[in-house]
């Protein structure tokens, strides 16, 4: 078992200064477990005792590459000369839009923003703006960031799928007034019929429909590539703005995302994470008569910190090799070798066992058919997932601890070898 002393003492001590002694409720992983990072490079972390671990969280997923990346890191020096935020704009703005717009053509038009909630409120809003309209449509497990809006989930066990009834909706937790909850509606994934009701009595009051189609806070539940077709259809009969939120899937699953996969174009887009490596930067784009909803009298956007010269010189660097490089290859190869070996690890025991999402970002369920949504995800028994989880974190390899968040793959994990056999034998060891 891995010596954590330092960072038990450091929890203790930040306790005093930090809520539950971390600056995200979801880096407390339990009193004696929550630890505290050294550095990070490439697809391994460091904690403060010096324990080395094969890291599959990567930030929540942004670490495309890696951490400190140097090709990336080199660039955001260069991006530091610039001289930080101006509130004016730089010239490398157009060459980041330019490159966003040439890997997915559904990005017509880009704005910056800098976490993933800020894109998507911006987006909401848009939505808004150039509709008219108030109302929207979430979809079960899905997450789309901290703001009140998007903190909305169904009551699962009341609601009577088959009486078409409208869910009541419960909150995420304490702080989100419920006059909010009046605009929302709530779906569940991959369920056609409900999703046709939902549009036949909302959809003329509906300014946007948000979905991530690979629910990358849901363990990379999938919707189905006709569910999200018939999304589209509905969307675009009734005048409602199709949200693709790809804030993890987006450069990640491909060049040009989800929407690119699944062959669905959206009306606005949300990207994040993978822009920059991990530099802070996120991107709201879409269609140009859409977009243009951006302007004085229209839709208001801004931020003091948008489009930061560190992270634009860092998402320049980290989209140029995306694009043009095999590093997504390497990362999907690496994620398939390693479910290839869990498998052959699992198999050999009889272990009854699934994944979701794509190789990059992956669940691990030991079912025979992985959930195909949140309700099904949400009642199923998790408990082998999580023990093992737990066995792995004391053999240093980080993944999420209770089957929350899918594995996420970096390109440094496929470049060093020894992060695939560390993986896989501690998994031999952890089972
Ligand atoms: N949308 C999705 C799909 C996300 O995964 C997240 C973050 N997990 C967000 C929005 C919010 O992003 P951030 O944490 O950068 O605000």
């Keep these: 078992?891995?010596?954590?002393?330092?960072s038990n003492a450091q929890f203790q001590r930040a306790l005093k200064r930090l809520p539950l002694g971390v600056s995200s409720?979801?880096?407390?992983?339990?009193?004696?477990?929550?630890?505290?990072?050294?550095?990070?490079?490439?697809?391994?972390?460091?904690?403060?005792?010096?324990?080395?671990?094969?890291?599959?969280?990567?930030?929540?997923?942004?670490?495309?590459?890696?951490?400190?990346d140097d090709r990336v890191d080199a660039a955001a020096s260069k991006g530091m000369e610039v001289g930080g935020v101006f509130a004016l704009s730089t010239e490398r703005e157009l060459i980041v839009a330019d490159r966003i717009s040439r890997m997915v053509p559904a990005a017509e038009l880009v704005r910056f923003s800098n976490s993933g909630t800020e894109a998507v409120m911006a987006a909401l809003r848009l939505a808004r703006a150039y509709t008219g309209r108030e109302q929207y449509l979430l979809v079960e497990g899905g997450y789309h960031g901290l703001f009140d809006a998007a903190m909305w989930m169904s009551n699962m066990d009341e609601w009577d799928l088959g009486s078409n009834q409208d869910p009541e909706l419960v909150p995420y937790g304490k702080g989100i007034p419920p006059t909010v909850k009046?605009?929302?509606?709530?779906?569940?994934?991959?369920?056609?019929?409900?999703?046709e009701d939902m549009f036949k009595k909302h959809g003329d009051k509906l300014a946007a429909m948000l979905i991530e189609p690979i629910q990358g806070n849901c363990c990379s539940i999938?919707?189905?590539?006709?569910?999200?077709?018939?999304?589209?259809?509905?969307?675009?009969k009734y005048?409602?703005?199709?949200?693709?939120?790809?804030?993890?899937?987006?450069?990640?699953?491909?060049?040009?995302?989800?929407?690119?996969?699944?062959?669905?174009?959206?009306d606005i887009t949300t990207f994040a994470k993978a822009v920059?490596?991990?530099y802070p930067i996120s991107v709201v784009a879409g269609r140009e008569e859409v977009m243009r909803h951006f302007r004085y009298g229209g839709a208001s956007h801004g931020g003091t910190y948008t489009?930061?010269?560190?992270?634009?010189?860092?998402?320049?660097?980290?989209?140029?090799?995306?694009?043009?490089?095999?590093?997504?290859?390497?990362i999907a190869n690496y994620g398939e070798s390693l479910k290839a070996g869990i498998s052959k690890i699992l198999d050999a025991r009889n272990i009854v066992h699934s994944y979701t999402g794509h190789p990059s970002m992956f669940g691990l369920f030991f079912a025979e058919t992985p959930p195909n949504n949140y309700r099904a995800w949400k009642t199923s028994d998790y408990s082998f997932y999580?023990?093992?989880?737990?066995?792995?974190?004391?053999?240093?390899?980080?993944?999420e601890p209770d089957s929350r968040e899918p594995w996420f793959i970096c390109e440094a994990h496929g470049k060093d070898p020894s992060c695939l056999t560390d993986t896989l034998n501690a998994v031999e060891r952890a089972v």
């Design 1 to 6: 078992k891995r010596n954590l002393d330092k």
């Design 25 to 68: 409720t979801f880096r407390y992983w339990g009193d004696d477990r929550t630890i505290y990072v050294h550095h990070g490079k490439g697809g391994r972390t460091w904690d403060i005792d010096g324990n080395n671990y094969v890291d599959y969280r990567l930030g929540y997923g942004p670490a495309i590459l890696g951490y400190a």
């Design 239 to 266: 005048g409602v703005m199709l949200i693709i939120d790809e804030v993890k899937s987006g450069f990640r699953v491909g060049k040009s995302g989800i929407q690119g996969l699944m062959g669905v174009t959206p």
């Design 222 to 236: 999938m919707a189905e590539v006709e569910y999200v077709r018939l999304a589209r259809e509905l969307c675009t």
């Design 276 to 278: 920059a490596n991990g």
């Design 307 to 330: 489009a930061h010269s560190v992270s634009l010189a860092a998402a320049e660097e980290t989209l140029r090799i995306l694009d043009e490089t095999d590093a997504l290859e390497t």
């Design 182 to 195: 009046q605009l929302a509606h709530i779906t569940p994934m991959n369920n056609y019929e409900r999703l």
């Design 386 to 399: 999580d023990t093992m989880a737990h066995y792995l974190h004391d053999l240093n390899i980080i993944v």
